[in-house]
């Protein structure tokens, strides 16, 4: 029986090919632990201008000797420049920095900016997909009323929303509407970053599969169809994230995991408060 594997892919809008687990990079300023997950089997990398690593990542990739054909890399613009072109320009300079030749997923990092500079940011990537700098687009942390709003400006709606997404934060309303307008949803901080580990629904969970509480994380997220970035410096943890195929959540584990969801977000961690975190993107204009 088959229960997926770390090489498993997705199109998303375009008719573009990605793998279905991420290797996040936020925080990595080295080639080692990137090389590492490309040893555990990792195809797909995330990054950001807001990392400053772009240029780590591209060097690790291209020392490994990988074809670049065989790699998936994500980038995301950090904020508006005053124009679309001034915007673009930093979208080169992305490119550039990574020196992979083009980027396979161009996201919007976040939408604090405003309407505004969320347009002028979608315009720029818009451009960027014709000037093949990507070969998709798409947006972070994007909640209902900023993904509506994009009907507004965009020819096109985004690839991929990548956003926090736990059994204990799940989004709904936006996983639905992304469901439904043919957008891929993208987790990121899938295990919470530890700070629900005792919970007692999810570890009799983990008692029952017999595998410890982290791995029943990944597998609830890996079920749901999301694309799950997993992120650590550590090699063995590296190699346990991707110790997530060898065994399946019954749907009744399933629907005991989606009773959990209760709002709790670990992101933005600048934002101390735990409702006013749940918050944070719901009410930015």
Same mark, same amino acid.
């Given at each position: 029986?088959?229960? =997926?594997?770390?090489?498993?892919? !997705? ?15 936020? =925080? ?7 090389? $590492?997950?490309?040893?555990? =089997? +990792? ?5 950001? $201008? ?13 020392? +490994? *000797? %990988? ?14 420049? &005053? ?13 550039? *920095? ?16 405003? /309407? &505004?500079?969320?347009? %002028? ?9 014709? #000037? ?25 709606? /985004? ?12 989004? @709904?309303?936006? !996983?639905?509407?992304?469901? $439904? ?8 901080? /899938?295990?919470?970053?530890? $700070? *629900? ?9 983990? @008692? ?17 169809? +999301? ?6 410096? *550590? ?8 110790? %997530? ?30 409702? #006013?975190?749940?918050? +944070?993107?719901?009410?930015? /204009?």
């Amino acid at each position: 029986m088959s229960f =997926g594997s770390i090489a498993d892919t !997705v199109n998303i809008r375009g008719n573009v090919t990605t793998p279905r687990y991420v290797f996040g990079t936020g =925080g990595i300023n080295v080639v080692e632990p990137i090389h $590492q997950a490309l040893d555990a =089997g +990792y195809r797909a990398f995330d990054t950001a $201008q807001q990392y400053g690593n772009e240029e780590v990542v591209g060097r690790a990739l291209k020392e +490994y *000797k %990988i074809d670049r054909k065989d790699v998936f890399v994500i980038t995301k613009v950090n904020k508006p420049g &005053e124009t679309v072109e001034a915007t673009l320009e930093g979208i080169r300079e992305s490119v550039q *920095k990574l020196d992979l030749a083009y980027v396979d997923l161009f996201l919007i990092h976040n939408p604090n900016y405003g /309407p &505004e500079g969320r347009k %002028i940011q979608w315009k720029a990537l818009e451009q960027a997909k014709k #000037e093949g700098l990507a070969r998709a687009i798409g947006v972070s942390n994007f909640v209902l009323h900023h993904l509506e709003g994009m009907k507004e400006y965009a020819t096109e709606l /985004p690839a991929v929303n990548q956003t926090e997404l736990t059994m204990f934060y799940q989004d @709904k309303e936006v !996983v639905e509407w992304c469901n $439904q307008h043919g957008v891929q949803m993208q987790s990121f901080a /899938p295990v919470a970053r530890a $700070q *629900k580990k005792d919970d007692e629904s999810l570890l009799q969970v983990a @008692k029952e599969v017999e595998r410890p509480w982290n791995r029943v994380m990944l597998r609830w997220n890996w079920q749901k169809g +999301y694309l799950v970035t997993c992120k650590s410096e *550590k090699a063995d943890r590296i190699r346990d994230n991707t110790s %997530i195929f060898d065994f399946e959540l019954s749907s009744a584990q399933m629907e005991k995991l989606d009773a959990l969801d209760c709002g709790f977000k670990v992101t933005p961690s600048t934002v101390k408060d735990v409702d #006013e975190r749940s918050r +944070y993107y719901k009410d930015m /204009p």
